[in-house]
């Protein structure tokens, strides 16, 4: 890396809140966990188990470190999640047959009624948020979001 400040977001004298992008991502994940929120909240749901039920849409079954990782959740705290979900009657979760170190996680048909009312709220959040976005601006955003991930990968 070269010596010095790459651009105005290295130099600490130059440094104006709303030129940092970390400033406009942490307001947009606000506004959207916020409106999410109460979202879910009208259809007796939170955003933990949103979470969950979001990793397995479209999918037969992942694993609690699989959802847990989706999430960006430690798994523990998943872990309480699922117990929390499947005394709801959303998932059911069991040994995997393959491996008895893992436990899989399958939506019921609750789990998939509410994964759809779920998705509902989500997707008319998405469409107010990207009213004005073009196809290729989010597929450009979403690149450019997965490249500063891996940046920050360990």
Partial sequence: ?????????DDADAFQMERWPFYWLTRFTGSYLHRIELGLKNIGLDVPRWRVLMSLR??????????????IVKLP??????????????VVSQQ?????????VRLTPAGREAGEQAWAVAN????RA???V?????????????????????
């Fill in 1 to 9: 890396m070269p010596a010095g400040p790459q651009n105005e977001a």
């Fill in 58 to 71: 479209g999918r037969e079954v992942l694993s609690v470190s699989e959802i847990a990782d989706h999430a």
């Fill in 77 to 90: 705290t998943m872990t309480k999640i699922i117990q929390r979900m499947q005394a709801d009657g959303l």
């Fill in 96 to 104: 995997s047959a393959a491996d008895g170190r893992v436990t899989e």
């Fill in 124 to 127: 008319r959040i998405y469409r």
């Fill in 130 to 132: 990207f009213e004005d």
């Fill in 134 to 154: 073009g196809q290729e601006e989010i597929a450009a955003l979403n690149q450019l979001l997965q490249r500063m991930t891996a940046n920050l990968a360990d």
